[in-house]
């Protein structure tokens, strides 16, 4: 072995040779399509029309393949097809690393053909045209911060943007393949240990604040749709929406103090205290968010104790048990704080491999799936007491209050 195949081999571990950064980020976008298929069906059996909610385009007779069943056909035909290029890919490099660095365009070509599938309507393998260019133009919009109004699919906007700051840390990944492949140099490969400061030591944490920026904004043109509207008891000042802002506000401080942490070699005990009381305000706060106003549950409000629901919950439960809620509220709360990992010293080397922070990105990316559940649940059973039309609204009869009170 050379030179030069060594110091390939130390900058590559072996879950890098056998995972490398694109089929990683493919993974857990065609995950995410799978785990949409589940919440669609799921909700589904619950009674909860998911499409009506976000406005999406309905089924014209009941010949056609419901909304999740197309979800689940096309997550089975990606999941294909990064299957067959994975393989290939094995079949190659044969677990070596100088190959792995050589044929990175394998993983690349995947990414592009994963893309060009999702984008353009195949009628046999996934959702209809419509569908296919109503959500494409909800991405456009949501891509620069626009909002829906809610007759044409506001809440759909929301979920999405949502989603996409849970994908923050992947979309920077995406780019640093797409840097180190066309912008590496000689040596550049995509398929090398990621260089997280490929493009300079601003573009990473800039991309990683757009999701949150994109909500942030979005809380804004509600509070001024609001501020613009007749002045009535239920909707108030907007102020909900200027303290929802704040939230997806909190995020920046994080990335702008962890870029400036690593940027210091040498260390900085101040910018390491200032990260740590960033986070944890960001973490707390949008755990107390997710309780209180997501799912409008009681747990930290003076009804949590009420006699008519579980405590710290609320009367109307549509997606399981009530012990099923608290475990998810714990869960919430767990998964929100995994950059605790960095306080110990010793997590703190363990959270740097890539095999480490893949774990990470994935267990945000399930605590996301589990939040929307709930936060479509939530969503339903307001629009139930605010008594949308039988257009919008279906399958009501099982809303007559907490479902499960009876069998615990």
Not at 146 to 170: H, M, N, P, Q, W
Not at 290 to 297: E, F, G, P, S
Not at 308 to 316: A, C, E, M
Not at 375 to 387: D, F, L, Y
């Amino acid at each position: 072995m050379d030179g030069g195949e060594a110091a390939v081999n130390l900058a590559l571990d072996s879950f890098s040779v056998a995972f490398p950064l694109p089929y990683r980020i493919a993974f857990i976008v065609i995950l995410a399509i799978w785990g949409w298929g589940v919440n669609l069906h799921f909700l589904h059996r619950r009674h909860i029309d998911v499409p009506a909610l976000i406005r999406y385009p309905g089924r014209s007779n009941s010949s056609q393949a419901t909304h999740h069943h197309s979800t689940y056909r096309l997550a089975s035909f990606l999941s294909l097809t990064s299957a067959l290029s994975i393989v290939t890919f094995w079949l190659f490099t044969r677990s070596d690393a100088r190959r792995v660095i050589d044929y990175d365009w394998m993983p690349m070509t995947n990414l592009l053909v994963l893309a060009a599938l999702f984008a353009i309507p195949l009628r046999s393998l996934s959702v209809s045209h419509t569908g296919r260019s109503r959500l494409l133009w909800t991405l456009r919009r949501v891509s620069i911060g626009g909002l829906a109004e809610a007759k044409d699919g506001k809440f759909g906007d929301i979920l999405l943007a949502d989603v996409l700051t849970s994908y923050a840390k992947i979309l920077a990944d995406l780019f640093v393949c797409l840097c180190m492949f066309f912008f590496g140099g000689r040596d550049g490969s995509a398929t090398a240990r990621p260089d997280r400061g490929c493009g300079g030591a601003v573009l990473v944490p800039l991309i990683m604040m757009v999701p949150s920026a994109i909500r942030l904004r979005q809380c804004l043109i509600e509070y001024g749709r609001v501020r613009r509207a007749p002045y009535s008891q239920s909707a108030g000042w907007g102020g909900q929406h200027l303290a929802n802002a704040a939230k997806y506000a909190t995020a920046f401080p994080v990335i702008v103090l962890a870029a400036l942490l690593r940027s210091r070699k040498e260390g900085s005990p101040g910018l390491y205290k200032a990260w740590v009381a960033a986070c944890l305000l960001n973490s707390l706060y949008s755990f107390y968010w997710d309780v209180t106003k997501d799912w409008d549950l009681t747990l930290f409000s003076d009804k949590r104790d009420s006699h008519d629901h579980s405590y710290g919950l609320r009367r109307t439960l549509l997606v399981h048990k009530p012990g099923v809620y608290y475990v998810v509220i714990a869960l919430d709360l767990v998964l929100r704080c995994t950059w605790m990992i960095k306080l110990n010293s010793r997590m703190d080397r363990i959270s740097d491999f890539e095999s480490s922070i893949f774990l990470i990105q994935f267990l945000e990316v399930f605590r996301r799936w589990v939040w929307i559940f709930f936060r479509v649940e939530t969503e339903w059973i307001r629009n139930a007491s605010t008594g949308l039309g039988m257009d919008d609204m279906v399958l009501l009869g099982d809303l007559g209050g907490n479902k499960y009170e009876d069998e615990v």
